[in-house]
């Protein structure tokens, strides 16, 4: 949240993430959070498509009802977007149930929509995970540091490529830290995590004794 007031994320908002903060509950707050959270993702989509859709370049300048609702494009879209091997066929169903008449050009685009925002969404959550790990680094001293992280989420959990992303801008900023990611299964969000990185680090001691 201090990188908001100071204004650190100032250069890579959009007019999509502006928009998607406005209409939320608390704009002008957590606008790191509302760039990779699965809460947000959609949103971000939709509102992409709604402007191509208004420039003419999706939908033959044709916008749906639906498409207009907010909303309305779930994050999980993504993932079943993203995981389509089958010729767009999830994509076409996904935009018809959404009121959308799309041609295979129109699939292509929307997918390509998706895969830019969740790659986005991974890639800031990797740096933001890689800054932590190296501050950690520093304050101990270390010229190596092996930690855990404890991760939790459907996004990272069933999106095909969100925590592969994660990992890779991970290791690539931040060489000098090994880190392991552990998913929690109870699903029940920060504490679980937390939970999972506690119990990580004392099965790792026991072990060590």
Request: aromatic share 6%; charged share 25%; with cysteine.
């Amino acid at each position: 949240r201090s990188s908001d007031l100071h204004g650190g994320l100032d250069d890579f908002l959009t007019d999509f993430d502006r928009e998607v903060d406005s209409f939320s509950v608390n704009p002008g707050q957590q606008r790191y959070e509302k760039m990779i959270s699965g809460m947000y993702l959609g949103e971000i989509v939709r509102n992409i498509l709604l402007d191509l859709t208004k420039k003419g370049i999706l939908f033959r300048g044709q916008i749906s009802k639906r498409l207009s609702t907010r909303d309305i494009f779930r994050t999980r879209f993504l993932s079943a977007i993203e995981s389509d091997r089958l010729g767009l066929i999830k994509v076409r169903a996904i935009l018809t149930d959404l009121g959308l008449d799309s041609t295979c050009d129109d699939s292509i685009i929307v997918k390509e929509v998706c895969q830019a925002i969740s790659q986005r969404a991974a890639k800031l959550c990797g740096a933001g995970i890689a800054a932590v790990v190296e501050k950690i680094r520093e304050n101990r001293g270390l010229d190596q540091l092996t930690i855990t992280v404890g991760v939790d989420g459907t996004l990272y959990k069933l999106h095909p490529q969100f925590s592969q992303v994660v990992t890779e801008t991970v290791q690539n900023l931040a060489p000098r830290c090994k880190v392991t990611f552990m998913q929690s299964e109870d699903g029940s969000g920060k504490g679980a995590a937390l939970i999972t990185a506690v119990a990580c680090r004392m099965s790792r001691r026991s072990e060590e004794h």
